[in-house]
């Protein structure tokens, strides 16, 4: 198979050769499943067995390909799709105060990827802790920090109870999904400010809204 793919033209490569990884929304049209992507086309997987996997209304990462060339100079509402691996994508809400903090809760570090906005939200993409004991304790909050502006603030917390244990949690790849109907005030066409507690400390981000 590798020998076959290196031996390809130019002209022979074809969008359906291409892998994607986005998000999109489950939702079923009919008995149809389908997911709303966050550029607003619809995809139709003809994977048969993902129809008890997914449940509509939830987000996911989905790792796919297409199954039809997308003809002409206009851009196609729907394609049908292989999907090779999905994974779900919690939403959260964005929140208006800080929680009442358990002692045992520390701030938790991660080293973001990548932060954008799209289908209605503000998503993230991160390197975190990975926990195997089934008594750890994670939390994230997206705060909104005034109501009158797009500064809002993520804070991470983990309970530190594999200190006890001994348990060395491995890192990971997450994906976040938060709503921006959350926000007080929202206005697409202001940049959002965001902090973000890294490995480093605080960072700030700055971006900028996409959504038509």
Not at 27 to 50: H, I, K, Q, V
Request: glycine residues 4%; charged residues 25%.
């Amino acid at each position: 198979m590798l020998l076959a793919i290196s031996a390809c033209t130019d002209a022979m490569y074809t969008e359906l050769d291409i892998y994607y990884l986005d998000l999109g929304m489950a939702a079923r049209n009919g008995d149809t499943l389908c997911f709303l992507m966050d550029d607003s086309t619809w995809l139709y997987p003809e994977n048969s067995n993902l129809d008890n996997e997914i449940v509509s209304g939830k987000r996911y990462n989905i790792h796919y390909r297409l199954l039809e060339h997308n003809s002409g100079q206009k851009k196609k509402e729907r394609y049908k799709a292989e999907v090779l691996d999905l994974r779900e994508v919690p939403i959260l809400p964005i929140e208006y105060k800080v929680k009442d903090v358990n002692s045992l809760l520390a701030l938790q570090h991660i080293r973001v990827d990548r932060i954008w906005l799209g289908g209605g939200f503000l998503n993230i993409s991160y390197h975190g802790l990975m926990h195997t004991d089934s008594n750890e304790l994670q939390r994230i909050q997206l705060i909104t920090q005034s109501a009158s502006s797009n500064d809002i603030q993520l804070r991470f917390y983990h309970f530190k109870s594999n200190q006890q244990n001994n348990e060395k949690p491995q890192r990971s790849d997450f994906f976040l999904s938060f709503p921006l109907k959350d926000m007080l005030d929202y206005k697409p066409q202001k940049t959002i400010k965001l902090s973000v507690y890294e490995t480093g400390g605080w960072t700030t981000y700055y971006i900028t809204s996409q959504i038509r």
